[in-house]
């Protein structure tokens, strides 16, 4: 196993961390791997906003689902999908007179921009894990912050086409958080499939979540639910968290094609 496997194979998510700061140069080691990332079209489609104020972290520690350990994280990063900085550049060189004189409409970031932006910014996050990783510096995904999106606009002053699409929060871990089983995956067979997708049928998803299945508990019996299937439904799913993700997904996603948004700020 090489070293690179090895720090993949090794990392989990981190949610209790020592009290230690993240030396400077190990920052700026972590943020030069982070830009390295492959990006669409090398247009670095997304921002960074470092949170180092820690009223914004305890704000963030309420509005991202109530998850105490983010206002404890000694680096706090949010990546935000980004088209915004390359919009106002196509304005800045005077694109929309240019429009005007090739008699074309010019065009606003749409939901594909959006999506390529989330790509961008998720796969830069993903480096960050990974390089924090190296140093023996654990993190967490905080889902989350596409919740409450009037908050976090306000908050962290978002304008039209950003979205907030990913937290991370990094620390050395504590002792107990290095001893914790590793979470287990799916065998993948269940995950690669060769050429076309396969739809999985009923005995397949026994096979898969046998081992899920075996670990329910009497107490969820009792409270009426049968099976880890709908656990999972009524605990995740239909939870209130994933129906604000998707109230506040919405309206990000109606920001950005508000037509009358998308001047140029003014210094
Ligand atoms: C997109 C995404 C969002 C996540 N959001 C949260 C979160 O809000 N809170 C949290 O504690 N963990 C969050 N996680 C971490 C997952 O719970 C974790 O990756 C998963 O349980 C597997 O565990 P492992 O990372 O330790 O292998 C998130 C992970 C991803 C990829």
Known sequence: MNQVIDVLMK??????YQKREISADIRAEILQATLRAPTAGNMMLYSIVEVTDQKIKDRLAITCDDQPFIARAPM?????????RWFDYFIASGVEEACRQKQVPMRKPEEGDLFLACCDALIAAQ??????????????????????????KELFDLPQYTFPICLLVFGYPTPEQLNRPYTKRF???????????????KEEFQEMFKEHESQMSKGQA???????????????FASAFSMEMSRSVRLIVDEWKNESAGKLPVH
């Open 11 to 16: 990392r989990r998510s981190v949610r209790a």
């Open 76 to 84: 706090v990063w949010l990546f935000v999908a980004d088209y915004q």
């Open 127 to 152: 480096n960050a894990v990974i390089a924090a990783e190296s140093f023996g510096i654990g993190s967490c995904y905080i889902g989350d912050i596409m919740e409450q999106y009037e908050i976090h």
């Open 187 to 201: 065998d993948e067979k269940f995950i690669l499939f060769q050429n076309q997708y396969r739809r999985l049928d």
């Open 222 to 236: 009792r409270e009426g639910i049968a099976n880890f299937g709908q656990a999972m439904y009524f605990r995740k």
